[in-house]
């Protein structure tokens, strides 16, 4: 997916099966992803107070391409996001390594906030890495839900919904994250 010059910037809201998602994007690429929220209008506030986010909302072909793909993700499917170009102007060094690293993250897999910095040579910074991640402006494209916490825990998240939102982005892509159900204490014959 190769942005065109025929737009410069846009955004569009989508209305996926778990909820309604926003996108943003700039001559370069993405620049913003807003997670699931449950009206039109809340996704559409929250793109339009960050700058940059242009009110267009024509879609050049990489942008239609990624709704579909979006959608194609919220729809259950193992769907690969690091063909999707994004603009991270203004990002220091130090969040642009720590995307960097998150990115070659496939579906389903996980690690954790350490063992992402020291992949990002940044060895020693969970919490800043944590921190990093916290700020990451296109969720899912950069899927900072497939880092935890020490231990396995499923640690924060900054999207609305929390860790709750994280933990059943992760069920979506076949990761359990938390103690093993409880066992059936009956069979029933």
Same mark, same amino acid.
């Given at each position: 997916?190769?942005?065109?010059?025929?737009?410069?910037?846009?955004?569009?809201?989508?209305?996926?099966?778990?909820?309604?998602?926003?996108?943003?994007?700039?001559?370069?690429?993405?620049i913003?992803?807003?997670?699931?929220?449950?009206?039109?209008?809340?996704?559409?506030?929250?793109?339009?107070?960050?700058?940059?986010?242009?009110?267009?909302?024509?879609?050049?072909?990489?942008?239609?391409?990624?709704?579909a793909?979006?959608?194609?993700?919220?729809?259950?499917?193992d769907?690969?996001?690091?063909?999707?170009?994004?603009?991270?102007?203004?990002?220091?060094?130090?969040?642009?390594?720590?995307?960097?690293?998150?990115?070659?993250?496939?579906? %389903?897999?996980? $690690?954790?906030?350490?063992? +992402? *910095?020291?992949?990002?040579?940044?060895? /020693?910074? @969970?919490?800043?890495?944590? &921190?990093?991640?916290?700020?990451?402006?296109?969720?899912?494209?950069?899927?900072c839900?497939?880092?935890?916490?020490?231990?396995?825990?499923?640690?924060?998240?900054?999207?609305?919904? %929390?860790?709750? $939102?994280?933990?059943?982005? +992760? *069920?979506?892509?076949?990761?359990?994250? /938390?103690? @093993?159900?409880?066992?059936? &204490?009956?069979?029933?014959?």
């Amino acid at each position: 997916m190769k942005p065109t010059s025929e737009i410069t910037a846009g955004h569009a809201v989508l209305e996926t099966v778990i909820g309604f998602m926003g996108i943003a994007w700039s001559e370069k690429g993405l620049i913003r992803l807003c997670l699931p929220e449950r009206s039109r209008e809340a996704i559409e506030r929250r793109l339009l107070r960050h700058p940059g986010v242009s009110t267009s909302t024509d879609q050049p072909r990489w942008v239609v391409e990624l709704i579909a793909l979006i959608k194609a993700y919220a729809a259950g499917e193992d769907v690969d996001f690091s063909g999707v170009p994004v603009d991270l102007d203004g990002v220091d060094d130090f969040r642009l390594a720590i995307y960097d690293a998150a990115r070659k993250l496939r579906f %389903g897999e996980t $690690t954790t906030y350490g063992e +992402l *910095a020291r992949r990002a040579g940044h060895a /020693g910074l @969970p919490r800043e890495t944590g &921190a990093a991640l916290g700020a990451n402006p296109v969720p899912l494209v950069i899927p900072c839900h497939r880092i935890l916490a020490a231990g396995g825990k499923i640690g924060g998240f900054s999207a609305p919904g %929390g860790s709750a $939102t994280k933990e059943k982005m +992760l *069920a979506m892509e076949g990761v359990r994250v /938390g103690p @093993p159900p409880a066992a059936q &204490a009956s069979f029933g014959f």
